[in-house]
């Protein structure tokens, strides 16, 4: 296990946050596109030796110091039978209405059509230096709702926050699917599983309160201090309530956020942010000085005030993000937080 990540995650004072990026194996990455070149999507994330070789990619080449299980949040749909086919954007073969909810697979059936994320999440673990952390993820109930109905997170959701009724009911199904899938990627070696709700901030706080809480608190109860949350888009009356519990193992926050105020007075678990992904584009010159005003905010912090900090990004490393300015990165923050 990383020492820095464990310290975070226990709020054990240091000097030098963890770092690692959200979609840190990706098509911004020259080692990825290699080996996209001679294999599918699918294959990437479904034939463990290959998953495991793409996360290992920017472990070896950027020194994170956490790796993520190569794979994709909307597994869990097609495993519910909704199909699902990445051209190269994903597509799923149905979209969830009233009259097919109910033909949803079972969780008890579903589950098995995701043990191969067990195997790459364990093949993964072997591969890695015993100095690195890993975790998995699966993705928000709101989420996943989302992409059921809408086919794609794009826009206002219309249909999605339109169709509450059928939220509740895809729950039924989903939450104990995504438990069984929690547990599988524990059991292949993640030491934290994040669930991605990049969704999450189209809603109201209210909405989001009344209707999204409950099931994120379901999961959480089920593995205490095992589950970390990441949010796209929210605010602090979105996610402020649950802050207050302290089996999450922490939290993400995007780039919307002013994380190192937060850290002041965030109490629990890790805070995970928020550099703005689109700033990775700068030139040279201009990175490095848009690096050195967000890292002034943490340096006027101690320590102690940074103990929960995982450093990295506000959302995920977007496509033909420049590679050096990922590597300078973290050679950076490991220079100025030394």
């Known amino acids: ?6 310290n975070a995650l226990k709020g054990i004072a240091q000097n030098t946050p963890p770092i690692w990026f959200m979609r840190q194996a990706g098509r911004y990455h020259q080692h990825y596109q290699k080996l996209r070149q001679a294999h599918s999507f699918m294959d990437l994330c479904k034939k463990p030796a290959l998953a495991c070789e793409v996360a290992l ?33 994903p597509k799923l073969g149905m979209v969830l209405d009233d009259n097919n909810v109910q033909r949803l697979r079972s969780p008890e059936k579903a589950i098995h059509d995701l043990h191969f994320q067990k195997e790459a999440m364990a093949a993964t673990r072997k591969a890695l230096p ?30 999605a926050k339109t169709r509450l009724p059928l939220y509740e009911r895809f729950c039924e199904t989903l939450i104990p699917l995504l438990i069984a899938n929690i547990q599988l990627q524990l059991e292949g070696g993640a030491e934290v599983v994040m669930i991605f709700d990049t969704a999450a901030g189209e809603l109201s706080p209210l909405i989001f309160d009344s209707m999204v809480k409950k099931h994120l608190l379901a999961l959480v109860k089920r593995f205490p201090g095992k589950l970390g949350y990441y949010s796209k888009g ?24 002013d994380l190192a105020a937060e850290l002041k007075t965030h109490a629990h678990g890790f805070l995970q942010g928020n550099f703005d992904q689109a700033l990775l584009f ?6 490095k000085h848009a690096l050195e005003n967000y890292a002034e905010g943490f340096q006027n ?19 033909a993000t420049p590679e050096d300015n990922v590597r300078h990165f973290v050679k950076y923050m490991r220079e100025v937080f030394r």
Not at 60 to 78: G, K, M, Q, R, Y
């Open 1 to 6: 296990m990383n020492a820095r990540f464990q």
């Open 130 to 159: 015993q100095d690195k952390s890993l975790i998995g993820f699966v993705g928000g109930p709101w989420t996943l709702f989302a992409y059921a109905v809408e086919g794609e997170h794009k826009g206002h959701l219309l249909n």
């Open 234 to 257: 929210t605010t602090p009356a979105h996610i402020a309530s649950l802050r207050g519990v302290t089996a999450f193992a922490g939290f993400g926050v995007d780039h919307r956020w």
């Open 57 to 89: 990619g920017p472990i070896e080449d950027f020194d994170f110091d956490v790796a993520i299980l190569f794979s994709d949040l909307l597994f869990p749909l097609e495993a519910m039978g909704m199909g699902l086919s990445y051209d190269p954007a």
């Open 282 to 287: 700068l030139k040279p010159e201009e990175f």
């Open 301 to 319: 912090l101690s320590s102690v005030q940074r103990r929960a900090w995982v450093c990295g990004l506000g959302h995920g490393v977007l496509p």
